[in-house]
């Protein structure tokens, strides 16, 4: 079976996805940084010093798992056909 490549419109949707589930996810290291130290981190640190700090430690892990989730969900649609 020929994939065709995702339209648009479906690709930018896939983008979003991705940029709002990273987001969550330095939202739960802030969050985690937060507990460590007793505090709201922002007391100390900017939002984009941690969110900084986030990319560098996990994004490209964050990406690998991304990429490999979203290819066995396509995997899976396929497979339903």
Do not use: T
């Not at 994939?3 to 330095?26: F, T």
């Not at 130290?37 to 964050?62: K, T």
């Amino acid at each position: 079976m020929d994939q065709k490549p995702p339209a648009m419109g479906e690709r930018q949707s896939d983008v979003q996805q991705c940029n709002q589930a990273q987001i969550a996810e330095m939202e739960r290291f802030k969050w985690f940084m937060g507990e460590q130290m007793g505090h709201d981190p922002l007391r100390d640190r900017s939002i984009n010093d941690i969110y900084c700090e986030w990319i560098v430690q996990y994004g490209a892990a964050f990406r690998k798992w991304w990429e490999e989730k979203e290819k066995r969900d396509a995997e899976r649609l396929l497979a339903k056909r």
